[in-house]
């Protein structure tokens, strides 16, 4: 667990100068390093040590924190009652009795579930698990992990049990150092370093800048990249996975912006769009993240915040803002890249060209965005893709089922990253199977997940005959620019 | 005994199920001067759309026909077709009650039920007692066996009331110029005793939980659709033909608690207590009718709690070959384009299954409509969780107001001999409330 602070807060907390606390840090008696946006970083075991030398309370504890009278009094409680392994009560498990004892048993879930059966993993008895206090089981093996959280057990669920939530928190309750693959060193890289993968700001700028000249050369005369600019009505963050891998991709929203006449910027620093606290199950993290985009959004002091694009990320980010930084909501707005783009197509602000794209073209509801999005946020943007697409392609069709009911890509959850392949591919066959039978020969996707594991994956292991664009990306390709 | 109001020896029974009949029946023939308070034009509710019953699997018509005849015909039994109770004032022993009575623009004394109107009228509608699976004319009579035995218009649907001057066929063919299109109905204002609620329930309705596809695939019906289409008056005439094309159905599979035990989908959290039974009987009934029918139940667990309700289910698994599959299914997807519907589940080995269907039959609970609900607040009695009255285990047919009582699926659902035996249940207890003024109201018979 990471505790992020500014050198100032941490002096005003304990009553010292600041050059205290630096001279603390230099001689390694706080044991901080260096973060970005002059932010240090510190375990937080680290930060409660130094509290109790100080005689101090930790002025913020983590989710996982248990305090010590807590601690003392569990093992008293402990030493009267014989310890067992079944009986969830004592359990970690058992804190949320949304689930586990509602349960049925029906297999509503296991039914939906389009990897339920594969290596023993079957929702209906993870629950059960749960409610028998089986964690020790249950943090130990894959499953949470190979589950996608697309939730689309949960939404058939007759009795509303919260079976994501418990995934969720099984992947939280999982060491750190046994996360799979490089989901927790991606959450440690962004907290250290403002991004997943580590890409310096010099270089990242440079990269902007450049491919900032590449457009106004091809299509967008006079187009600058806009760095940091004060005062922009909108803050973007970026998907890190774009400027390391596929930096052109980018140009889709720029191009966009472009022709809307956008006052838009990006910031140089904490600029990730990503956000694997998410997947990882650690609220800390998730929540630091975040905290940034707020600082950005006042340093910058732009007046809307274009919610990350990525499924997860919009999750995540309007999670965090509405559990986290409530106060933030007040001093800005946020949007989705829907309600962007529509305000755009509605207002006449872009003109598109529908015969670019005749093919037979489906839309692909993300999970975060469809039914996640819905449970959450009481908001879903089911109407809202399927209105760009019929205003970017003549022919749309539609894969069943879709909307609420629709089924995952696969590679929900951090799936993408995760090291079960196999799994992934498995889960995508209905997918497949869906878009085969609309005869889709394109097919939309609104999210960096689910547009890979279309494009890249499922293409090749299901021999689809289709084109997958990102919703951006068709609405850029539709572009009539003036002129 | 001063302060004892004057009790009236007379009782109102609303609802005209199988359930408000029996109590009806009961109550005339100990004594007591009954008014039959129905909604629609003709009594014999939700039991006159079945095929056949459970555990017996005789059929419906053939036993509740008699008892609607009865009805009828009984001297202390007066039937008020198309009425609502609209207000109930008084205590428990002498109530009085507004009963609303709709137009029937039919006049009920001089129509002789030739059905000539019906044959001439050219507007065309759905068809309620077909459970929407046929059409009846805007000019019609509920069903052939209907008591009381009289057509009826619908202002609705008929093009005459809608735009006046217009059509007015009917009138023109009707020998017994029963025709009155300038019926207003009634208002009745009537003294009783008691009140005995026995207004029923409707099936769910499917269509808003989107995930079973009922309303967007025409082979996904629901269990009283597919009662129709079992029944020999039914659309088909009692040929298992599947609504897309026509095509015979050769497999056949009922999904269990469609809008029951489902706080998610519906927000009805009990059990319906009588889909498990009416699912075996239609997937035996359906196999009797189409020899070498495959038909598979998916349920989360069978509740057969009645006499001989268990081993009718053992008998349908093991002589009639009826597959039942332990899983609760998720949704219905539409297997390419011809109509055929698959299901995606998970078997007792925790394995994925697929498999495809000719129909998929939803087995829908039971819930109180909205006007029922309306009843029971003009009547101020309490209903408990799921919107059914309230009731004590000790005293089955009381609600919570003195002189009034509950019977059949009103007061929680349940099979047709359970109904029965509330209904008399009910006619005794308010004939135990009601003992000394018997024989004030009844008419008797004087033969010279």
Known sequence: MMYEFKVSEMAEEFGVHRNTIRNWINAGTLAAKEGPGRKYLMKFEDYQELCEKFGRKPHIRPNSHVDLETVKSLEQKNSELPVIELGGALQKMYDDPKWADACLTCGTCASACPIAGVDGLDPRKIVRMAFLGMQRDLIASDWPWKCTMCAKCENVCPANIEIMLLMRKLRSLRPRDLVPGPIHKGVITCLERGNNLGIPKEDFIALLEGLGHELAEESCPGFVTPIDLHGARILVQVNSKEPFAEPDDLKWWWKIFYAAQESWTISSENWEGVNWGLFSGDDESMKTVVGR???????????????????????????????????????????TLFDLLLKYINEGRIQLDKRRHPQKTAYHDPCNYGRKSLKAFGKDYFEGGREILRACCTDVVEMEPNRQTNYCCGAGGGAWAMPFAAERIYFGRMKARQINESEAELVIASCHGCRDQLKKSLIQEYNLDIEVKYLWELVADSLVLPG | ??????????????????????????????????????????????????????????????????????????????????????????????????????????????????????????????????????????????????????????????????????????????????????????VHELSVGALVLAPGFEAFDPTGAGVWGYGKFPNVITSLQLERFLSATGPTDGRLLRPSDGKPVRKIAFLQCVGSRDENRCGNGYCSSVCCMYAIKEAVVSKQHVPGLSAAIYYMDMRTHGKDFDAYMEKAKSEDGVRFVRCRVHGVEPYSRNGDLRLHYINEEGRQMEELFDMVVLSVGLTTPDHVKDLAEVAGIQLSVGNFASTSDFAPANTSKEGIFACGAFSGPKSIPQCVVEGSAAAAAVSAKLASVRGDMNKVRNFP
């Open chain 1, 293 to 335: 985009i707020v600082d950005n959004m006042r340093r910058l002091n732009c007046e809307v915040l274009l919610l990350p694009e990525s499924g997860h990320s919009y999750y995540a980010t309007r999670y965090g803002l509405n559990r986290w930084y409530p106060d933030a909501l007040k001093e800005f707005k946020i949007c």
């Open chain 2, 1 to 186: 005994m001063l302060n004892e109001p004057i009790k009236v020896g007379s009782v109102m029974i609303v609802g005209g199920g199988i359930t408000g009949m029996q109590a009806a029946l009961d109550l005339a023939d100990a004594g007591y001067f009954v008014y039959l308070v129905e909604k629609s034009g003709a009594i014999g509710g939700a039991m006159a759309q079945l095929d056949k019953t459970f555990p017996t699997n005789d059929c419906s018509m053939c036993i509740l026909a008699p008892k609607m005849v009865e009805c009828g015909r009984h001297l202390n039994i007066k039937i008020l077709t198309l009425s609502e109770v609209t207000r109930i004032i008084g205590t428990a022993g002498n109530f009085r009650v507004t009963v609303q009575e709709k137009p029937r623009y039919v006049d009920v004394d001089r129509c002789i039920a030739c059905g000539i109107c019906t044959e001439k009228c050219p507007k065309s509608v759905e068809n309620e007692y077909d459970a929407s699976t046929g059409k009846r004319k805007a000019i019609f009579v509920k069903y052939a066996q209907a008591v009381p035995l009289k057509y009826q218009i619908d202002p609705e649907s008929c093009l005459r009331l809608k735009k006046p001057g217009a059509c007015g066929i009917c009138e023109d063919v009707c020998v017994a110029q029963a025709i009155r299109f300038d019926d207003e109905g009634k």
